[in-house]
């Protein structure tokens, strides 16, 4: 994400092209928590719970210069939390958590992801969405960070500094931004999305070796629609990546939002394998935020918006792709709005953070799945 670039400031072989997709399944779900400020990332912990980042809604404190609403700043505050969801209850387990955000609660930064190890130890990758130059007017801040958490003490410690790296490397080359969305546990190994930045970056659970070690290229538009109409001028637009699955390849597997002005269709899939070079595996799909493999190896997307976030329709969907390329909308609107993020539980279900950049509006849903094999 550079300038501009994204309205959530949260954000091998091709075998899955764009061909068309299915009509909707008949798919129905249920509300297990709401009420929730900005949720982004969730996952099943190891007591089966389900964790939810909730990213805050900032405050009234220092502030930096906002990279998506020109002109106007994010200003922070101890508003971002993590909610535990289980036995028909929800809990927040994590708060104090540090937030960016508009004076009106949205376009917010803050715990964007949450993973656990082995062990059962948490991890969070929290976002920033600015310039690191500017970090310093916070104070010493764990903003732009992977951090591990002690729910029981309610604290927590920094394991690896992002948005530094992008401060002292700047791996793509472009404007400086940071702002870390999404992890992943692989082994010993911590594997997180700087949407900010453009790539893919990982660090050791000891706190050592952290590496870019992909970046999603950008793309250039020959035609591009704004809200003033089409241009004939190319246009490049940022990649925007915004999460990270492990498929049963073993490769990593990246979504993608793509920049302003968010073209419709233009965003992608990349498969990083061994050799950590991104390519294309599915492509066609408008502003992704997350992804996820099921039991059968069938991948879901999440749509934060069908359309280009400018025409205001904020109707998401979820889009599942099969082994063999087929592709079929298993919910499209009718109540999925501005979706940030998805998680596939053990019996297949289809868990959606709802209405994800907003204060107090924020749900995790349940979507039934019953047809999750190819």
């Not at 009509?23 to 249920?30: C, P």
């Not at 960070?145 to 948005?163: E, G």
């Not at 969305?181 to 952290?210: E, W």
């Not at 498929?247 to 302003?260: R, V």
Request: charged share 15%; net charge negative; aromatic share 8%.
């Amino acid at each position: 994400m550079k300038l501009k670039q994204f309205g959530i400031t949260f954000l091998s072989v091709c075998i899955a092209t764009f061909s068309g997709i299915k009509a909707a399944e008949a798919a129905s779900f249920s509300v297990i928590a709401d009420d929730l400020n900005s949720p982004r990332g969730l996952t099943f912990g190891p007591d089966g719970s389900l964790y939810v980042t909730e990213a805050g809604t900032g405050k009234s404190g220092a502030c930096v210069p906002s990279p998506s609403a020109e002109g106007q700043s994010l200003c922070y505050g101890t508003t971002g939390a993590v909610t535990k969801i289980g036995n028909g209850t929800q809990e927040r387990v994590l708060t104090g958590l540090l937030s960016l955000a508009l004076p009106d609660g949205t376009d917010t930064a803050g715990p964007h992801d949450i993973k656990f190890d082995a062990t059962g130890k948490p991890y969070i990758a929290v976002g920033y969405a600015s310039n690191p130059t500017f970090r310093a007017r916070l104070g010493n801040t764990d903003l732009g960070k992977i951090i591990t958490a002690n729910f029981n003490t309610n604290s927590w410690t920094s394991v690896a500094d992002l948005a530094n790296y992008e401060l002292v490397n700047n791996p793509d080359g472009g404007d400086l931004i940071s702002n870390p969305f999404s992890l992943l546990l692989d082994g010993n190994k911590i594997v997180a999305v700087d949407t900010g930045a453009n790539k893919l970056l990982s660090v050791n659970t000891d706190v050592s070796n952290l590496k870019a070690i992909a970046t999603i290229p950008r793309q250039t538009l020959t035609n591009p629609v704004f809200s003033s109409g089409a241009s004939s001028s190319p246009f490049e637009i940022q990649a925007v990546p915004t999460n990270i699955a492990k498929g049963p390849d073993g490769a990593y597997y990246i979504s993608q939002l793509t920049g302003f002005p968010f073209p419709e269709g233009k965003a992608k899939i990349y498969r990083v394998g061994a050799d950590d070079k991104p390519t294309v595996y599915a492509d066609g799909f408008t502003q992704l935020t997350d992804l996820d493999f099921d039991s059968q190896g069938n991948l879901y997307a999440l749509q934060y918006d069908n359309q280009s976030l400018w025409k205001g329709n904020l109707d998401g969907s979820v889009i599942k792709i099969a082994r063999d390329g087929t592709r079929t909308t298993i919910l499209n609107g009718n109540g999925l709005e501005s979706p940030t993020a998805l998680t596939i539980g053990a019996d297949d279900a289809i868990y959606v953070t709802n209405r994800g950049d907003g204060p107090g509006q924020g749900q995790v849903i349940k979507i039934e799945n019953s047809k999750s094999s190819s």
